[in-house]
């Protein structure tokens, strides 16, 4: 099991910046995926943005290129997601995604969700 602890959301004005932080509770599989969804109020779950192990591919929403930046720092199990020029839209609630292969099998993982509000 891994348990996943998110940070970082907040109340911000439309053109701000927030930085988000998963912190995996140990260390995931070498063959793994990282990132972040997201649901805003009365719609679907939403892929941000993902990272792969390998090749190390980043892939983000057609929403969200541009101005938001996913990395990873392996050495500490975490994942952080750097939006910038945030608007409205981007209100919602973010989730860490991790999957990791282990023995072959693909396990996923859910964190509980960090609240994003951005005034206009």
Not at 76 to 84: C, E, F, G, I, R
């Amino acid at each position: 099991q891994v348990q996943l602890v998110e940070s970082g959301g907040g109340l911000v004005q439309a053109g701000e910046s927030l930085r988000l932080s998963c912190a995996a509770s140990r260390r995931i599989s070498s063959i793994n995926v990282m990132g972040w969804y997201r649901q805003a109020p009365g719609k679907q779950l939403q892929l941000v943005a993902t990272i792969s192990s390998s090749p190390g591919s980043t892939n983000y929403a057609d929403s969200v290129k541009g101005r938001f930046t996913l990395s990873r720092d392996n050495a500490k199990n975490t994942v952080y997601l750097q939006m910038d020029s945030l608007k409205p839209e981007d209100t919602a609630v973010y989730y860490c995604y991790v999957r990791e292969m282990v023995t072959s099998l693909w396990n996923a993982y859910w964190g509980q969700g960090t609240q994003v509000t951005v005034s206009s």
